[in-house]
């Protein structure tokens, strides 16, 4: 019997695959022939719980949910967006060192695209891997209804797998009616932020796709979400970690408990259970109820494969930080406690709950702070954070990549990041080599935490 669920269900695995193949076309092919692709920032509905379409969704494109954006490593990308919403909007790529004019900072990197009005993208993204794009501006509200979608970034190179899934993972602030409610609590945004009320993986709850039986799939998932930092488990099948934050990992290693936050990426080598039929869970173990976020069906006869055939991925052009003769440059997260005006062009919360080096900033205004750094282009850095407050921060540097390094809290595994993820009491150094120029804005990526003053931004000359 055909239910509305088994349809929605079945629509769903077929977008999946339709959509990924559909959008390498649609963005893919035409960034290789330099044609501009327009990206649409629009008001909209979608169906994320079963009491009907939520409305005052934001989106991108002509489907319910943003597109994965397709490129290719080393070749031209270019995209109009254009603004149809009612407020102003940019567009950042999060995780992509490309030109500082490209970065979407309002202000800081480039004017407020205002509603009716677009802005030309044109970059060329030098490392492989999975990457995520957002607006910088009213940020809770535009990512918080949803104006958040996945790049991938291809090389023909990579080692070919069986199947490729991606994820965007995120929740939403969403009442008993399947609409929204008030996006934050100024309360929860002094201490963890504030949570969704309903988890999704593709803007569905726990959506299951279908996936060759003993076949490897590159699973590329993104945390997008505002607020939640999640502990990822795979049940029921084999998936090891091949890259972090965009980049691979220099050995590959199980997933278990691994914690990342709002802002990270992983890329996983899922091997598919043998018999027909057989469903492997992505669990996210953080919290007091585990969840699932989404299963994957073995179909099909056994394709028998061993994850350890699989090559390795590509390494990225990444400069490496010498750090026999680095200049190191202090950043102390902390609490504050103020109030600010309400009425930024970007949206203001009203109030500054947390500074770096003792600077609350008023973001997205068009009288910054001075960069709290100024940095010799070429030149290592290492930025030795220390986190006091009793709140975990993932914190995201745009437009360069750093090696964490001798933290006091957590072993590290050897990789490029753009975002990581502090404990309460950590202390940690980044290593990075300052050769891309311009202001890079350096915040933490719980949006509330963002918008009440842990951003900060540091200038490359
Ligand atoms: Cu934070």
Not at 24 to 30: E, Q
Not at 340 to 346: A, E, T
Not at 387 to 407: A, I, K
Not at 413 to 423: A, E, K, M, Q
Request: hydrophobic share 40%; aromatic share 8%; with cysteine.
């Amino acid at each position: 019997m055909l239910t509305r669920r088994t349809l929605m269900k079945g629509a769903l695995v077929a977008g999946a695959y339709a959509g990924g193949v559909g959008l390498a076309g649609r963005f893919g092919g035409l960034a290789k022939a330099e044609a501009p692709v327009t990206l649409v920032a629009r008001p909209g509905e979608a169906m994320i719980t079963d009491k009907g379409p939520t409305k005052g969704v934001m989106t991108y494109g002509d489907a319910e949910i943003p597109p994965v954006l397709r490129m290719r490593r080393g070749e031209a990308f270019a995209l109009r967006l254009d603004n149809r919403l009612d407020e102003p909007t940019t567009i950042h790529w999060h995780g992509l060192r490309i030109d500082n004019r490209m970065d979407g900072v309002p202000f800081l990197t480039q004017p407020y695209v205002y509603g009716g009005d677009g802005f030309d993208y044109a970059f060329t993204p030098p490392d492989a891997g999975t990457f995520w794009y957002h607006p910088h501006c009213n940020t809770l509200t535009q990512i918080g209804r949803g104006l958040a979608g996945l790049v991938v970034v291809e090389d023909p190179a990579d080692p070919v797998f069986d199947a490729e899934i991606v994820l965007n993972l995120r929740d939403w602030r969403l009442g008993g009616d399947g609409q929204f409610i008030a996006q934050f609590k100024p309360r929860d945004a002094a201490r963890a932020g504030t949570f969704g009320t309903v988890r999704t993986a593709n803007w569905r709850q726990s959506p299951q796709y279908d996936a060759p039986a003993g076949g490897l799939v590159r699973l590329r998932l993104a945390a997008t979400d505002v607020t939640r930092i999640l502990a990822l488990q795979m049940e029921g099948a084999e998936a090891a970690v091949i890259a972090l934050d965009g980049n691979p990992a220099a050995e590959r290693f199980a997933l278990d408990h691994l914690m990342i936050g709002p802002g990270q990426r992983l890329d996983l080598v899922l091997r598919m259970p043998d018999t027909e039929g057989a469903v492997a869970a992505l669990k996210d173990l953080r919290g007091t109820k585990p969840a699932t976020l989404a299963t994957f069906r073995a179909v099909g006869a056994s394709l028998k494969r061993d994850a350890r055939d699989l090559p390795p991925l590509t390494q990225n052009p990444l400069p490496e930080p010498d750090l026999s003769a680095a200049a190191e440059i202090p950043f102390v997260l902390s609490a504050s406690a103020e109030e600010r005006p309400k009425d930024g062009i970007c949206g203001s919360l009203g109030y500054n709950f947390w500074a770096i080096n003792k600077v609350p900033w008023a973001d997205d205004t068009g009288d910054p702070t001075a960069p709290l750094a100024e940095m010799k282009a070429g030149r290592t850095y290492i930025f030795n954070v220390e986190n006091p407050t009793p709140q975990v921060h993932p914190l995201h540097l745009h437009g360069l990549v750093f090696r964490p390094m001798n933290s006091n809290k957590q072993a590290i595994r050897p990789h490029f990041s753009d975002t990581y993820l502090i404990l309460p009491d950590e202390k940690v150094q980044l290593a990075l080599v300052a050769d891309n120029p311009g202001d890079w804005v350096f915040h933490c990526h719980i949006i509330e935490h963002q918008k009440t003053g842990m951003t900060s931004y540091v200038r490359v000359v």
